[in-house]
Every structure is written in structure tokens, then in C-alpha cells.
């Protein structure tokens, strides 16, 4: 843009057309600032989130330690070869009250 004598008003600009150019100017910097933001933001690759709840929280530390709990090795191969075998005997009411105090704790009941 060339602006030539803007101080006389003998054909050229007059300060209000100067200042009208400017604003004009300046909304067309800014909608291609806003346009250039809309492609980047358009192109860049979309970012995935997981939040998991406190029960999944908590399943997943349970998990773990059970993991890094020793294991026995020795009285699991008994109990296999008792399986196996049919020695193995289950006792109900000692395995309803093992379930039992097993969900005591999973959801925080007191028994």
C-alpha cells in the first residue's frame, strides 16, 4: 500500500479512508490468523485419553501385589497332584466364608 501526502487533502487518502485500510488491514491479518490456526489445529493428530475409575484403580493394585505375592510352589504342585488324583475334597462352608471375606474387602464392608 502506498499512501502518499496524507496531510493534504488535494486527491489523496484522507486520514479516515487511511484509518479504514488500516481496520480493513488488520480484520484480514486477523481471519487468516484465526484460518491458519483452524488448518494447524485441523492437521495436528488427535491425542486419546483413558481415565479409569477408583474400582478399576483399585482392581489394578490388587493385581499387583497379588502378582508379586510368593508363591508356594511346593504346596501348589500337592495341590494339583490331589486334584488330579480326586483326593482333593472341597469344604462349602469354609470356601462361602473365604468368598465371603473376600468381598469384604474388594468393596469395603466391614463383616
Not at 484465526?34 to 485419553?49: E, L, T, V
Not at 500337592?78 to 488330579?84: G, N, P
Amino acid at each position: 500500500m502506498s499512501v502518499n501526502n496524507i496531510n493534504s487533502n488535494n486527491g489523496n487518502l484522507s486520514k479516515t479512508q487511511v484509518d479504514s485500510q488500516k481496520l480493513n488491514q488488520q480484520a484480514q491479518n486477523q481471519t487468516s490468523t484465526q484460518a491458519d490456526s483452524a488448518r494447524s489445529q485441523a492437521a495436528a493428530p488427535r491425542q486419546d485419553s483413558v481415565s479409569l475409575t477408583q474400582s478399576a484403580q483399585q482392581l489394578a493394585q490388587m493385581q499387583k501385589k497379588s502378582s508379586d505375592a510368593p508363591v508356594n510352589q511346593e504346596k501348589v504342585e500337592r495341590l494339583k497332584k490331589a486334584i488330579q488324583s480326586g483326593e482333593y475334597q472341597v469344604n462349602p462352608e469354609v470356601l462361602a466364608g473365604k468368598i465371603a471375606k473376600l468381598e469384604a474387602e474388594l468393596f469395603g464392608v466391614k463383616s
